[in-house]
């Protein structure tokens, strides 16, 4: 059965929690012994005169206890005084490419705190990184906020994808100002090189954040390109002004050809024409469509719609010690016992010896948010399904 996978839901703390250890019963029982839930206080003993107790319950070995109902059993001994963490087990990459043009005056702010709130929600699952355009370095310094004023693209990732980068993209984030123009082909084009430069082993996604269509092409021809200036002179000289397409597709082209997909997030209300290219833009990045968000009350949501669909599965790093005995481990979600099920259908399995996925219902609850931890505890026959 393939993976189940799905887009990122809302977020849910894991922890690699210590095994609760259970005071051991009053009559010896040693570790890993799985009794029959006895509420009543356990069996009769032996009689003085050496008489057999009368209906004593047989103790339940482990092996026989795999395959029972759960309930049936009380898990009340100590079942290893070892962290277990569990991780989840990385396998996207996002780099939010994000325009800080002149134009974005009244949106910025309300971009950053989305992003701010989208990347701590999410980058214990997903490595995030950052690249603002049009930038030079440091990413606050700007020539001009004019049309053609600055056009610089940034050779470097400011943030490059890594583990647990909220922080370092909020500093970054806190000191951009509004510059320039949209120079996204060239940009792109920048990013391509960078993420083919970062091997992270992941599944790689660029989210391009824009609220104009792109330009600061200088080899494009002005007395025929499509002009977006909207003030004398126009473009005469200035092939900067000009739509720049055709270069931004063959940019995005070039990313999907590496098996990275473009989603494009647009800012504002797009009508006729440059909502015609914003979507050919989409296509080429291999998402099919662009994502609007038309004023800055939707930003947010429209952030979460695209990181709905990136892929996470339910497979986590399970960090074992050398000592771990891989039938002495049971996982939890939340605070309930999910047995193994090597057959997949649901429950838990090994895919290596360090790796296990979750399967059906369980993966189900850890996709939608719905546990706040997810954790092991080892010491104790690994429960079957």
Not at 178 to 207: E, F, Q
Not at 343 to 356: F, K, N, P, Q
Request: glycine share 10%; with cysteine; proline share 7%.
């Amino acid at each position: 059965m393939a993976p189940r996978s799905r887009g990122v839901g809302a977020a849910f703390v894991l922890a690699g929690l210590l095994a609760a250890a259970c005071s051991p019963s009053d009559d010896d029982t040693t570790v890993g012994d799985v009794r029959p839930r006895d509420d009543g206080g356990g069996g009769e003993t032996a009689l003085d005169d050496g008489t057999p107790p009368v209906d004593a319950p047989d103790v339940v070995e482990p092996d026989d206890a795999v395959g029972r109902d759960l309930a049936d059993y009380a898990f009340d001994m100590v079942c290893g005084t070892e962290d277990l963490p569990l991780e989840f087990a990385v396998s996207s990459d996002v780099l939010i490419v994000l325009d800080r043009s002149g134009s974005m005056a009244f949106t910025l702010n309300a971009l950053k705190t989305a992003v701010n709130r989208i990347v701590d929600a999410s980058d214990d699952r997903i490595w995030f990184g950052l690249m603002p355009f049009p930038s030079t370095v440091p990413p606050n310094a700007c020539a001009s906020m004019g049309i053609v004023g600055e056009c610089a693209a940034p050779a470097t990732l400011h943030v490059p994808p890594g583990p647990l980068a909220a922080p370092e993209i909020a500093g970054v984030l806190s000191g951009i100002g509004i510059c320039g123009s949209t120079p996204t082909s060239a940009t792109l084009v920048n990013a391509r090189t960078c993420l083919a430069a970062t091997a992270t082993g992941h599944t790689k996604y660029v989210l391009l954040v824009t609220d104009g269509v792109p330009n600061c092409n200088s080899s494009l021809d002005w007395t025929t390109c499509t002009c977006l200036a909207t003030e004398e002179p126009y473009c005469t000289d200035r092939p900067e002004a000009c739509l720049d397409d055709g270069a931004s597709y063959a940019a995005l082209d070039g990313l999907l050809g590496d098996g990275v997909q473009t989603y494009v997030m647009a800012l504002g209300r797009w009508l006729g024409g440059d909502r015609e290219v914003l979507d050919t833009m989409a296509v080429h990045g291999g998402t099919e469509h662009f994502y609007p968000a038309e004023d800055t009350a939707a930003i947010l949501s429209t952030f979460e719609a695209i990181m709905g669909t990136i892929v996470v599965s339910c497979v986590f790093d399970l960090h074992p010690g050398p000592e771990t005995d891989p039938t002495q481990v049971n996982l939890y979600v939340g605070e309930e016992l999910v047995p193994r099920d090597p057959s997949h259908g649901a429950g838990w399995d090994y895919l290596d010896d360090d790796t296990v996925e979750f399967y059906g219902a369980a993966c189900d609850t850890i996709l939608a948010g719905d546990v706040g931890a997810v954790h092991a505890a080892y010491g104790c026959p690994t429960i079957l399904i």
